[in-house]
């Protein structure tokens, strides 16, 4: 069992920066795949990106890439999303979500994840 705790969400003019952290409870972060995903009114919750439990690998969606990092620290049981850029249409409610199985597979899929965080809204306004 884990649970994650989202923050560093807000406000912010198209072209700025928001950092976003996940922490999460529990002695086996460093076991789980972690992604990102969000939700934007009326929409279908999106993958935005995902890292493997050794951080080794790191996915993204197309329309984040080059613009947001995903990241971790073991230490501080922590996952990141430096998100750069920012559009408007990267307006949502973001969430962290982790992934206990042992092989990193199919990390876009909402359905791979057993644990989800309550969420934090990002607003890009134009």
């Known amino acids: 069992q884990v649970q994650l705790i989202e923050s560093g969400g807000g406000l912010v003019q198209a072209g700025g920066s928001l950092k976003l952290s996940c922490a999460a409870s529990g002695r086996t972060f460093g076991s789980y795949a972690m992604g990102w995903f969000r939700q934007a009114p009326g929409m279908e919750r999106e993958f935005v990106a995902s890292?493997?439990?050794?951080?080794?690998?790191?996915d993204y969606t197309d329309s984040v890439s080059g613009r947001f990092t995903i990241s971790r620290d073991h230490a501080k049981n922590t996952l990141y999303l430096q998100m750069n850029s920012l559009k408007p249409e990267d307006t949502a409610v973001y969430y962290c979500?982790?992934?206990?199985?042992?092989?990193?597979?199919?990390?876009?899929?909402?359905?791979?994840?057993?644990?989800w965080g309550q969420g934090t809204q990002v607003t890009v306004s134009s």
């Open positions: 890292t493997s439990a050794t951080d080794v690998i790191r």
């Open positions: 979500a982790a992934d206990p199985r042992p092989l990193y597979s199919n990390s876009y899929l909402p359905q791979t994840y057993d644990y």
